[in-house]
């Protein structure tokens, strides 16, 4: 039988545990690196393992461990990044989510993070996010200055930093925080993927990558914001908040439809009789292309757009792929 008070004695050394991984991520830049990808375990294996009640508990044991040593503002922050992130994960792998559905879960709580994370910037030091734009704006243009005066001018990067302007990217980005938080839940979960069989737990793979496909309403609201930046000229000063919500649902739309394109090369050099490896080659140099093309990049989206809606590779369906 087990202790009644063995969840309270576990889940106390995990929070312990888990305020020393931020403390890490926070005093050591290069530890805090892979501290970062680690920090969400401890609340996930109190929730594995004694459910979420004392997962949450572990996870307020945390901040309370944290306040007497950090700014309490960044303590909060901290703790919201990787707390949500821990509850979402640990749920997930309690109740055998699919693998999509968990880092779906995880970026949520990223983005829940994220938005901590600037809330805590401001109550600190009055910083908005656009003051943030402005200041790395400033950096990039010094540090390109200094870069063209060693190693001379780079014509295509000096024209992409007089094309960032502090309005364009506030327009972009919520787009932007979207993919993000899409990329760190997925780096994440990869990462608890590995360390959660040592300790007796398992987390489910992705699909390879060649059989990658990307929801339906990815392609309709890629269609959708691509007709509201078309016709933007004729609503734009008068509703001026959908213009930008178009740019930026066309913008983290695009990427996801980059992705799925890239998959769908991936799928198709394989099958043509390229190794995964050398098929992962030419997919990185593709989309390499994509990023320095607008025209490739554009086609790139309408291929990834046309798999999504239409399944070239019968991954939803693979009963009728014979047909």
């Given amino acids: 039988m087990t202790s009644p008070a063995r969840p309270l004695v576990e889940s106390a050394l995990l929070a312990a545990l ?36 004392w997962g949450v508990l572990s996870s307020i044991v945390t901040l309370l461990v944290l306040l007497p040593i950090l700014n309490p503002v960044y303590a909060v922050a901290f703790w919201v ?11 997930s792998v309690r109740r055998n ?14 983005i829940v993070g994220m938005a901590a994370d600037l809330l805590a910037t401001y109550i600190a030091t009055g910083l908005t996010l656009r003051d943030l734009v402005e200041e790395s704006i400033k950096a990039f243009t010094g540090a390109y200055e200094m870069s063209a005066k060693i190693l001379g001018e780079n014509p295509m990067l000096e024209e992409a930093i007089k094309a ?18 899409l990329f760190l839940a997925w780096l994440n979960y990869e990462v608890a993927r590995r360390i959660l069989p040592r300790f007796g737990y398992s987390a489910g793979p992705l699909r390879p990558f060649s059989r990658w496909i990307m929801p339906v309403i990815t392609g309709h609201l890629w269609i959708l914001a691509y007709m509201g930046l078309y016709l933007q000229p004729a609503y734009a000063d008068k509703l ?30 394989m099958r043509a009789g390229f190794t995964a490896g050398m098929a992962g080659v030419f997919t990185a140099l593709a989309v390499s292309m994509a990023y320095t093309n607008p025209l490739f990049l554009w086609l790139a ?23």
Avoid: W
């Avoid at 989510?97 to 990223?110: K, N, Q, Y």
């Avoid at 960032?164 to 938080?181: E, N, Y």
């Avoid at 989206?301 to 047909?323: C, H, N, S, T």
């Fill in 164 to 181: 960032m302007t502090p309005d364009f990217v506030m327009k972009v980005a919520p787009g932007s925080f979207f993919v993000s938080a």
């Fill in 97 to 110: 989510f699919p693998a999509e559905r968990t880092i779906g879960l995880m970026m949520g709580a990223s």
């Fill in 240 to 269: 001026p908040f959908l213009a930008v919500m178009a740019q930026n649902v066309f913008l983290a739309a695009g990427m996801i439809l980059l992705l799925d394109a890239a998959s769908v090369l991936c799928f198709f050099l």
């Fill in 81 to 91: 990044v990787f707390g949500t992130m821990g509850l979402a994960l640990g749920y």
């Fill in 301 to 323: 989206q309408i291929f990834g757009m046309i798999d999504v809606l239409f399944d070239l590779r019968k991954v939803r369906y693979p009963e009728i792929a014979g047909l």
């Fill in 18 to 53: 888990g305020a020393l991984f931020i403390l890490v991520t926070f005093y050591i830049p290069v530890l805090g690196t892979f501290a970062t990808l680690v920090s969400p375990l401890p609340i996930a294996f109190a929730v594995i393992r004694h459910g979420p009640r």
